[in-house]
């Protein structure tokens, strides 16, 4: 999610500083946590920022590809995120309509449903007992 939030503030602040800006932009990232099913948990992770071209989507998340200069990025952000999720058996996809139009990352991943009663109250209270949350993170321009 760390990896996904520094991308998506990097994508926005692109089009800010080359400029390609307009009255209706936004700086907006937005996270969404739900079930699909009773095994599966879905994340919406969206930005408003430079969004990927089709060639991209279909490489972004090999080792070392990568649309940043040198100095932001190397490249293994996403493949690493990528490994982490299927590890967990889970899966994750891109989605753009193009230049400046945003993306969407999906991320799916199994629902541990197995878990013993001493299992699940130790995974609420590291949560904080408070239960299904949304985020939505908001800038705007001055």
Same mark, same amino acid.
């Given at each position: 999610m760390v990896n996904l939030s520094i991308n998506?503030?990097?994508a926005i602040n692109e089009i800010w500083l080359r400029g390609e800006n307009t009255p209706e932009s936004k700086k907006e990232v937005s996270f969404k946590a739900y079930k699909i099913d009773s095994s599966i948990l879905?994340?919406?992770f969206s930005d408003t920022g430079s969004g990927i071209t089709k060639e991209m989507l279909e490489q972004l998340f090999l080792d070392?590809?990568?649309t940043k200069g040198s100095a932001e990025g190397?490249?293994?952000g996403l493949s690493i995120s990528r490994r982490n999720i299927?590890?967990?058996n889970g899966k994750i996809w891109a989605e753009s309509e193009g230049k400046n139009k945003? +993306?969407?990352f999906h991320i799916e991943l199994p629902i541990a449903n197995d878990l013993t009663e001493e299992e699940k109250q130790r995974a609420? +209270?590291?949560r904080g007992g408070q239960g299904k949350k949304d985020m939505f993170i908001q800038d705007f321009p001055k």
């Open positions: 998506s503030i990097q879905r994340i919406d070392f590809v990568t190397t490249g293994l299927q590890k967990h945003g +993306a969407t609420e +209270a590291e």
